[in-house]
């Protein structure tokens, strides 16, 4: 091959050779990068090692299996993502700029309590829409969620977040109150909005998995007010806890976001003592967002435009009962 048809060859491969290098980039690995584009290792390794000769630099460092950009690579991988991203996405972006969005996928990571309460609505309404597209909804919290986010598996997630790690960005949509809920013939409801702490203490709590932020929340709260608690009955998802509540297990302390108003229940609003908590849109940082994904965000912040919508500042860390 001469000089000039191997320079118009690596030239021809050069989408291949960036979303090669701009995978691994984003994951640290140059196997996981060649797994998620389903592609051998070696295969990924020569792509990048044609970009370091074309641009005679080392975009990595590598340190056994795992790989870090240097600042050549970092600029590098600044410019090529955007591009890649925008090639990969030109069928559907040409066609939303006629309004039209007839065909792709939208990937929404959420836990389940986003998923029973919060995505319902906007989801019906985006599907009646736009019928074309498919919607894949993953079931998952934490730290299995913003894995997904870095890897691009998923267009953004939603869910509700205390501390927002580096490199992802939160956008709060709609916020919801703390409540505490009993039956409704508990003693409790005849306090109403005056019950304190001391008043909750006697009664056993049932609330959801220790690792899970409510359980947090609570624990520091009553920490705070050097006021004792003691949890009755552990049970995850807040339809359980709902339903033991009703039948006179304990008592518990959610967020109003699962709360429909038809329950056999009585709540009684805790603002005084806990946060109210956002649930919002979360990305990463550099993700440039398919139409879709950006027409579903609208109608999301559209449906959740009401009486519930708040600007209380985050909290929560994607991590849901």
Same mark, same amino acid.
């Given at each position: ?13 050069? @989408? ?25 290792? =070696? ?52 066609? %939303?700029?006629? /309004? ?9 990571? %959420?836990? #389940?309590? &986003?998923?029973?309460?919060? @995505? ?24 299995? /969620? @913003? ?16 501390? $927002? ?24 409801? &005849? ?36 006021? /004792? ?19 006179? @297990? ?9 709360? &429909? ?20 849109? $979360?990305?990463?940082? /550099? ?10 965000? &609208?109608?999301? #912040?559209?449906?959740? %435009? ?7 500042? =985050?909290?929560?860390?994607? #991590?849901?009962?």
């Amino acid at each position: 091959m001469g000089a000039v048809q191997h320079h118009l060859y690596y030239k021809q491969n050069r @989408l291949k050779q960036l979303r090669a290098f701009c995978r691994a980039a984003r994951l640290g690995s140059i196997s996981t990068a060649a797994e998620s584009l389903c592609l051998s290792q =070696p295969a990924v390794s020569l792509q990048i090692q044609a970009l370091e000769r074309e641009f005679e630099t080392v975009l990595f460092e590598r340190r056994g299996p795992q790989i870090r950009l240097t600042p050549e690579g970092e600029t590098l991988y600044k410019l090529a993502d955007p591009l890649v991203e925008g090639i990969d996405r030109l069928k559907e972006t040409f066609a %939303a700029s006629f /309004g039209r969005l007839e065909s792709g996928e939208l990937n929404v990571a %959420a836990g #389940e309590s &986003t998923i029973l309460y919060v @995505l319902p609505e906007p989801l019906r309404q985006f599907a009646e829409v736009y019928p074309h597209i498919r919607i894949k909804l993953h079931n998952v919290t934490g730290r299995d /969620g @913003l894995a997904m986010l870095h890897r691009d598996e998923v267009d953004f997630a939603v869910g509700s977040m205390l501390e $927002v790690p580096e490199g992802i960005t939160y956008q709060p949509i709609v916020t919801y109150h703390p409540k505490l809920i009993t039956p409704k013939d508990h003693p409790l409801t &005849t306090l109403g909005k005056a019950v304190e702490l001391e008043d909750i203490s006697p009664y056993g709590l049932i609330l959801p998995p220790r690792h899970l932020s409510t359980w947090r929340i609570v624990d520091l709260v009553f920490r705070q007010h050097n006021v /004792g608690y003691h949890v009755s009955l552990e049970a995850g998802g807040w339809e359980v806890i709902k339903k033991y509540v009703a039948l006179g @297990l304990g008592i518990s302390i959610v967020t109003d976001v699962c709360l &429909t108003g038809r329950e056999a229940l009585a709540a009684i609003p805790l603002d005084r003592f806990f946060p109210a908590r956002s649930y919002g849109v $979360v990305q990463r940082i /550099g993700r440039h967002l398919s139409p879709q994904a950006k027409r579903f965000i &609208t109608m999301m #912040e559209a449906a959740h %435009a009401g009486p519930k919508m708040g600007s209380s500042s =985050p909290s929560g860390r994607g #991590e849901e009962v």
